[in-house]
């Protein structure tokens, strides 16, 4: 468990560094990517999107994007759940993510942000036309995976799949984790935690919820009102691999005051160890000892030196 996790280096200014970004197909400048103000995707929100992450192993040095081909296809599935008409292929936008990452010549951790939007000038039920963003930029991990934060929850309720589906990664659905968050800053918090409108627990702003009560390891489940988490699926396999006892159910807001471990997981903060929830501690207030067996199980894993799953992990600037 004293196993040592690399920090990446941090970038002062992710802008400067970046060489080049991707629109429509087209590598250009990033002040020269623009779309109309009468854009749908701007005007309506009608814009889904992926962040993804790719990670440098300086012994092998190899670029790895964590679970391309799954984060593509949710992709797709909030495209298809929008209406968006005839998008362009799959293999196309995973093609231009790992040139527009080669071009940059990046030889550190990176975080990717994959777009599509309804462009032009169009009402607000347009399907089309469909425009692509790829921006790419050097993004070090926080701090505060080893330290951890302190969250609470807010007074915000999830979005329900009657009203703006969660399971849909779209831009418009963050308003909710916006004003959670701004929530959570203002009252001194870290990070916020948001309850279905029956009270149970769901997510944070941009990221899903674990628990960990007398050695099991629990997670609301995919009807909770959370994103289908690609780290959270990550997560869930390495624990049941490790033949932990794992749950997917509904949590209650109290569990999480009595709580052994929490912690937060997601493509931007990876796996973040919550310390408190509304200033109540979990365990003894220090990242615990499952939580910190999955950051180790994780990190090796995105950065190509497990053989277990080698298929997640696409190689930059290999041959995959």
Known sequence: MGEELPMANLATDPRSRIKSVTLNGQRMPLEDAKISIMAPGLSYAATVFEGLRAYWNNEKEELYVT??????????????????????????????????????????????????????????????????????????????????????????????????????????????SRLAGLDAKESGYDGAIILTSRGTVSEGPGGCIFLVRDGVLITPSVTCGILESITRDTLLKFARDAEMAVQER???????????????????????????????????????????????????????????????????????
């Open 67 to 176: 679970r391309l081909d799954d984060h593509l296809k949710r992709l797709y599935d909030s495209m298809k759940l929008l209406r968006f008409n005839e998008p362009p292929s799959c293999e196309t936008l995973r093609q231009q993510i790992l040139d527009d990452i080669r071009a940059n010549d990046y030889r550190e951790d990176v975080y990717i942000r994959v777009q599509a939007f309804i462009d032009d000038w169009g009402e607000m039920n347009a399907t089309g036309p469909i425009s692509t963003s790829i921006v790419t930029r050097p993004r070090a991990r926080v701090a505060a995976f080893r330290t951890g934060r302190h969250f609470g929850v807010t007074s915000w309720r999830r979005l329900d799949d009657n009203s703006s589906p969660p399971r849909v990664k779209a831009a418009a659905n963050y308003l909710n």
């Open 250 to 320: 509904e949590v209650d807001r109290t569990e999480l005051y009595i709580a052994d471990e929490i912690f937060y997981c997601g493509t931007g903060q990876e796996v973040l160890p919550i310390l408190s929830v509304d200033r109540l501690q979990a365990g003894d207030g220090t990242p615990g000892p499952i939580t910190r067996r999955l950051q180790t199980l994780y990190d090796k894993q995105v950065r190509g030196n497990s053989h277990d799953y080698a298929d997640w992990q696409t190689p930059v600037f290999g041959t995959k």
